[in-house]
């Protein structure tokens, strides 16, 4: 009975906070108040009886009145970390204060992403990124903000969603095809080469089919590995390779977690098979400068994720002030990283 | 002595409603300190984010009272995700109604086959509970990955989405509606397996067992029988959790539900079920499923920092923990 009554008296002080919220709710976000022909949101609403979408706002706004926000990977992810750091570095040196935008994390589970659009939507920010890491698995989450009228972007992988103004990312195919070049410069014909891929990672499938397209028949490839984006898993994978193909002369990891796994393998099995990375995060710079570690870990595909946090930030801002985009899609070159550039 | 025994009252009171103090603790401290907290929009967000985890938790109080576990369920939220997907590929012209109905018989169907499995090994091959779900667990994650090849299955129509990710009533601020579907629904499925527990001969039988045992065999109830079926409204529930999200996110995941039967677990005992079995209520359950989704989102809205998120909630699962352990001792 208590707990009834408990519970009763709980219901009743949330309805009454929703009331007294009512009319806050009600209030759409300050969106940019006169806007001109926004981007296409016709994708159908499940529910039919919903009334016209409402349009996400293009241009005109005051950049004090919007608020962003952002929807990284994973925080775990050093990656994800500089992506951060340069959404962050860039709000500033445009001016926003720290309430006008948000950093969350989707913890690379689309569930959790489409958890923080919702959030962010509720939060009243204008326009949202967010990094796809399932294409799939986002879409209805991009476009039900789109309909709520929250302008959306993506960065580092995106989704085939016509709700998406603007993505910035790297070329994943074209790394993929830096890393396969890698691989055929560091063996020679009949050598053994393999990939540690992640092929439920938008972004990691399409660097595994730039280097298996680049490699072809040169070389006895390797592939169709997935280390799920977890490097002790990574390890596990190396360590099998190595048992059965101890002749493996190179590596291509589609991502630096993979790369820091493999290296554990192959110096605890002693084996001279040669690592290239992909990321250009700290610590694989660190390691291809290593006495120790350089000799294994000796290339990296770099992107330059702080470069991705920049542009999608000034992106956003553009579209929503001017009504503008650069491009719809924006590619920032991946380049190759060794022992003689790693320092600069 | 009469304001002793008020006194005495209040304190049982309170020690006995510790997650719904919490709760609106956290309510007020978030209220507070974010000004969209108590918005329409994000009670709204709130209760949809709570729903999985209500579903399953929902399920896991039945197997809790009984002094079991079950691990498995994050496990069958991939395959009932992934089989409803499938079949609804099968329709690609489908409407809302025959959406919905397909995605409740597939997590049914798919609950009911991983629950029999659960249920049979642990009620009549007397597996301990923790290593058989542990074995199901990796077996069904497996065969997630099998049968998808490691790649979600999308492709599918948007009625299939309606279930999960629509919202009705629409509102002046929220104009593609302010009531997510998936909570009227949750709302149903919860109140049922409420009632169950509660209000049915089923429900009795539930509690006698995870008491004792030995005493509920004496008594004439079926003991075995009362284990298999708990389990098997564990899968079952797990099951719909698991349509749910592939209705939300339109397509099917294999490593979909991964690791979410530790917050399950924990949203049941915050909500007051004891892991030794015999005492909880479902009802209670949804507070303890409220309190981990209001310290998410509110802790969101506030921009901390995600680990700091896992750190709040373990550290108030301990404290209940600690509180139920106390209360206990003080029985004694």
């Avoid at chain 2, 397996?193 to 429900?203: A, P, R, Y």
Wanted: net charge negative; hydrophobic share 45%; aromatic share 6%.
């Amino acid at each position: 009975m208590k707990q009834k009554l408990v519970a009763v008296m709980l219901t009743l002080a949330m309805t009454a906070a929703l009331a007294a919220c009512g009319s806050k709710a009600e209030a759409p976000a300050e969106a940019p108040a006169e806007t001109e022909a926004p981007a296409e949101a016709e994708a159908e609403a499940p529910e039919a009886e919903a009334p016209e979408a409402e349009e996400p706002a293009a241009g005109g706004a005051d950049l004090a009145s919007l608020k962003f926000g952002f929807v990284v990977g994973s925080f775990e992810h050093t990656f994800y970390q500089l992506i951060g750091q340069g959404i962050e570095e860039e709000c500033k040196a445009q001016g926003l204060a720290d309430t006008q935008f948000s950093v969350l994390d989707a913890s690379l589970d689309p569930v959790i992403a489409t958890q923080k659009v919702e959030t962010l939507t509720a939060d009243g920010c204008n326009a949202i990124a967010l990094a796809c890491n399932d294409a799939a698995g986002v879409k209805p989450a991009i476009e039900n903000a789109d309909k709520d009228g929250v302008a959306m972007f993506t960065f580092d992988c995106t989704s085939e969603s016509d709700a998406i103004n603007c993505f910035v990312g790297t070329d994943n195919y074209q790394g993929g095809v830096l890393g396969g070049q890698e691989l055929l410069r560091l063996s020679e014909e009949g050598d053994t080469v393999a990939i540690i891929g992640y092929p439920t990672a938008s972004s990691c499938l399409d660097r595994e089919n730039g280097a298996v397209d680049t490699v072809g028949d040169q070389r006895n490839l390797l592939s169709g590995y997935d280390y799920k984006g977890d490097a002790n898993e990574a390890q596990k994978i190396m360590e099998n390779i190595l048992t059965t193909n101890p002749e493996v002369k190179a590596v291509f990891c589609v991502g630096d977690p993979a790369a820091t796994g493999a290296l554990a393998s192959i110096k605890a099995a002693g084996s001279d098979c040669k690592i290239i990375g992909f990321d250009g995060n700290p610590e694989s710079k660190e390691a291809i400068l290593d006495a120790e570690n350089g000799k294994y870990w000796v290339s990296e595909v770099s992107q330059n994720p702080k470069e991705i946090g920049a542009t999608i930030v000034r992106e956003m801002i553009s579209f929503m002030t001017e009504g503008t985009v650069t491009d719809k899609q924006i590619f920032i070159a991946p380049y190759i990283i060794t022992a003689e550039n790693a320092a600069e | 002595m009469k304001v002793k025994m008020d006194k005495t009252r209040v304190k049982k009171l309170l020690s006995e409603n510790i997650v719904v103090i919490v709760l609106i603790l956290l309510c007020i401290g978030f209220g507070i300190a974010s000004d969209t907290f108590f918005s329409v929009r994000n009670v709204s967000n709130i209760l949809s984010q709570m729903c999985t985890n209500a579903l399953l938790a929902s399920g896991l109080t039945y197997v809790i009272i009984l002094g079991g576990i079950d691990i498995s369920v994050g496990s069958v939220v991939a395959v009932a995700g992934i089989i409803a997907s499938y079949a609804g590929l099968q329709f690609p012209n489908m409407g809302i109604p025959f959406a919905i109905v397909l995605l409740i018989v597939c997590g049914i169907a798919v609950g009911l086959v991983c629950g029999f499995i659960n249920g049979v090994l642990i009620a009549y091959f007397d597996v301990i509970p923790m290593i058989c779900t542990l074995s199901t667990m990796t077996a069904l994650r497996g065969v997630a990955y099998v049968i998808t090849g490691g790649q979600p299955v999308y492709g599918l129509p948007t009625s299939f989405a309606f279930l999960g990710a629509s919202r009705i009533i629409p509102t002046a601020g929220m104009p593609n509606g302010a009531v997510p579907v998936v909570v009227i629904f949750t709302i149903i499925v919860v109140a049922f397996m409420h009632i169950l527990l509660s209000q049915t001969v089923f429900g009795r039988h539930v509690f006698a067992v995870g008491s004792n045992k030995n005493v509920a065999h004496l008594s004439g109830i079926n003991v075995r029988k009362i284990t298999f079926l708990c389990h098997v409204l564990s899968s079952v529930m797990a099951g719909l959790c698991g349509v749910v999200i592939a209705s939300k996110l339109q397509n099917g995941q294999p490593g979909s539900g991964e690791g979410y039967e530790m917050f399950a677990i924990a949203s049941t005992v915050l909500g007051g079920t004891s892991l030794a079995g015999g005492s909880g209520s479902v009802a209670r359950a949804m507070f303890g499923c409220a309190v981990i989704a209001v310290i998410k989102t509110g802790m969101d809205l506030l921009q901390i920092y995600s680990y700091w998120q896992n750190v709040v909630i373990g550290c108030i699962i301990i404290l209940a923990v600690v509180l139920d352990m106390a209360q206990k001792r003080g029985r004694n």
